[in-house]
Structure formats: C-alpha cells, structure tokens
C-alpha cells in the first residue's frame, strides 16, 4: 500500500490523476438533469459563475452534441483540448521517467 501511494505522491503524478479524473467524471453525467454542484459561488447565492456549465458542456460534447456543448459553455470544447493535451505531456514525462527500467538491455 505504501509503494502505491508513493507512487501517486509525485506531483506531476497527481495531476495527471486529477485532470484525467477531470476529463472522466463528466462522462456519467446526464447534462439534460439538473444534478449536485459543488460550485462555491451557487452555495453562497451568487447567479453568475464562470466555470459553470463546465461540465455539462463536456458531457454534451462526449455525447457528440457540439452545438449543445457550446451553448452550455463557450470553452468546454477548448478546456477539453488543454485538458488532453496536459496529460499527454504528463503521461509522456511519465513514460520518460521510467523508460531505463522499461527498456530491459535492448536500448
């Protein structure tokens, strides 16, 4: 257990577990429902919010509902694209990280 957790404490490790859990979670939501926010500016009652709709905009666009997507937020489909991109990078500095214990004798 302590090798597991030592191995998801490295910080580019983390945030690479944080943003593909980002870019996961609004695969199970239905967008068309109203559903639970964690939004601290909707608890404290303020109307406007500029990251919501974030993730309804996602789960349109996983669904394949562009125009949707983008009525629900403007950058979902760009937040979507940096998102993937980070953690390529992350999963490639991963990979480099590792790769002498990969590569055996065969360089």
Known sequence: ???ILTFFMAPFRLELFFWSAALLIPVFIDPATPHFSFCLFNHLGFEFCPGCGLGRSLAYLYRGEIV??????????MAFSIL???????????????????GGIHD
Do not use: D, N, V
């Open 68 to 77: 949707q997507s983008f009525l629900c937020h403007p950058l979902g489909i």
């Open 1 to 3: 257990m302590k090798r």
């Open 84 to 102: 993937l991109y980070r953690i390529t990078y992350l999963m490639k500095k991963l990979i480099e990280l590792h790769k002498p214990r990969l």
